[in-house]
């Protein structure tokens, strides 16, 4: 019995340890730049957006990483919004990013395995939660920063139409959260 206390002892003394030196970070998105073009026919848009991972998270080990801002709707129905968000995989400068430049296909060229998916339902005003965090581990470990691209699925069209620019709008409240511990 004793041996099962001093386990169960040893083990809050463990967590009690590993909270403390848990911290949060919260910081604004470094760019969002929205690129138009012909998506499955149709005029549509998507957005890059770029975030930085802080230097002081950036020393320690990303735990959780979640992009975060307001919900938006779509100007001209009721349907609800899914937002998909991946990887991009080529540089780009918001200068001159189009829809079809710097990209090896138009649209954008991004890790086709998606990152982090959020449906807005009509009338919900819970803010946009995308989780972020395999991206963020492993821009922490070298992988190669080129931001974050927002689309809809095929189903929905493939990009954004008239909503791109509440969703901009919701963009300028972005933030990305981060929980890290200092290994």
């Not at 730049?33 to 930085?52: A, F, P, Y």
């Not at 991946?86 to 001159?96: D, F, G, I, L, P």
């Not at 990009?159 to 919701?170: P, T, V, W």
Request: charged share 15%; proline share 4%.
């Amino acid at each position: 019995m004793k041996h099962i206390e001093l386990a169960v002892v040893c083990l809050t003394l463990l967590l009690i340890i590993g909270s403390v030196s848990a911290d949060t970070g919260s910081v604004a998105v470094d760019t969002a730049v929205s690129i138009s073009g012909q998506i499955q026919g149709q005029t549509r848009g998507r957005v890059l957006v770029k975030v930085t991972i802080p230097a002081v998270a950036a020393q320690g080990k990303i735990d959780f990483a979640m992009l975060s801002f307001p919900a938006f709707q779509l100007t001209d129905t009721s349907a609800p919004v899914t937002i998909l968000a991946y990887r991009v995989t080529t540089a780009w400068n918001a200068a001159s990013v189009t829809c079809s430049y710097p990209w090896s296909r138009a649209g954008g060229d991004f890790d086709s395995a998606g990152l982090a998916r959020w449906m807005i339902a009509p009338g919900d005003t819970h803010d946009v939660r995308l989780d972020i965090t395999s991206a963020a581990q492993s821009w922490q470990t070298g992988a190669s920063n080129h931001a974050l691209i927002l689309t809809r699925p095929p189903f929905e069209g493939g990009g954004f139409a008239s909503e791109i620019e509440n969703l901009r709008e919701a963009l300028r409240q972005a933030r990305l959260k981060l929980y890290y511990h200092h290994v």
